[in-house]
């Protein structure tokens, strides 16, 4: 007994800050793109997925996987920053320009923010996703990020949540989970499309089994792109929405 007690001092306070400081990513982490200017057609080539357009000079956030491909193809073309905060209230608010600056949006309503900001409890739902989203989410419970400290929790049943976040691109067979889901969720209610695969169906966007994302099926409050967001894009996306602009 003694001797945990002392290992816990010797630990000290494990809870991250938040907003987290740069050491808090690895040197690998790529944040939010950024558009130079120079043509993107070598980069567009490059992109598995189509998310940069060469002919409308735009990078759409909702559909990028965060691989670096284009950046590695062309690094006069596309630059990635570490800035983790991603998420917008839009689809549209992902499209980046070049030259544009990107703003992270998407604060509730202010009597929704009254409602939910100190308060908030989320049922999650899987639509197909391949369980990189969800492991993102399921560590913002452990005491490194602790969730619960901004009064933020996942909770079992729709009936006792005040929102859903949804991952996954929306398989047709997760399409009446989903819609039942939403329908027990008591009002007023959030919903939050987490990773590029809700967002815009992601990699799978266009395939016939699936709905290209979670606002073909309920309507959509906060998107957080990347594949995976990163536990902080996410975290950041949760508390703008219920907090309004935090940093
Ligand atoms: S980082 Fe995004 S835009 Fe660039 S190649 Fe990968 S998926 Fe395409």
């Known amino acids: 007994m003694f001797k945990e007690l002392i290992e816990r001092f010797r630990q000290g306070h494990r809870t991250a800050p938040f907003p987290p400081g740069p050491e808090k990513f690895s040197d690998r982490y790529l944040g939010l793109p950024r558009l130079t200017g120079a043509p993107l057609a070598k980069a567009a080539a490059a992109c598995p997925v189509g998310a940069l357009s060469a002919a409308d000079s735009a990078l759409d956030m909702g559909r990028c996987?965060?691989?670096?491909?284009?950046?590695?193809?062309?690094?006069?073309a596309v630059e990635f920053t570490r800035?983790?905060?991603?998420?917008?209230?839009?689809?549209?608010?992902?499209?980046?320009?070049?030259?544009?600056?990107?703003?992270?949006?998407?604060?509730?309503?202010p009597d929704l923010r009254r409602l939910f900001g100190r308060s908030f409890r989320l049922r999650q739902v899987s639509a197909g996703g391949c369980n990189a989203c969800e492991a993102d989410c399921?560590?913002?419970?452990?005491?490194?990020?602790?969730?619960?400290?901004?009064?933020?929790?996942?909770?079992?049943?729709?009936?006792?949540?005040?929102?859903?976040?949804?991952?996954?691109?929306?398989?047709?067979?997760?399409?009446?989970?989903?819609?039942?889901?939403?329908?027990?969720?008591?009002?007023?209610?959030?919903?939050?499309?987490?990773?590029?695969?809700?967002?815009?169906?992601?990699?799978?966007?266009?395939?016939?089994?699936?709905?290209?994302?979670?606002?073909?099926?309920?309507?959509?409050?906060?998107?957080i792109p990347g594949c995976p967001p990163h536990p902080y894009t996410i975290l950041d996306g949760i508390l703008r929405l219920i907090n309004g602009d935090i940093v």
């Open 65 to 76: 996987l965060f691989c670096g491909a284009c950046a590695k193809a062309d690094p006069a």
């Open 138 to 223: 399921n560590v913002l419970g452990t005491l490194a990020f602790d969730l619960g400290r901004f009064g933020v929790q996942f909770v079992a049943s729709p009936r006792h949540a005040d929102g859903l976040l949804v991952t996954g691109p929306v398989t047709k067979n997760m399409e009446l989970a989903l819609r039942k889901t939403y329908d027990a969720t008591p009002g007023p209610k959030l919903v939050i499309a987490c990773g590029a695969c809700a967002v815009s169906g992601g990699p799978y966007a266009g395939h016939a089994e699936t709905l290209g994302g979670a606002a073909a099926v309920v309507p959509v409050d906060m998107f």
């Open 83 to 109: 800035d983790h905060r991603l998420s917008s209230g839009s689809r549209e608010g992902l499209v980046l320009g070049s030259g544009g600056t990107f703003r992270a949006s998407g604060e509730a309503p």
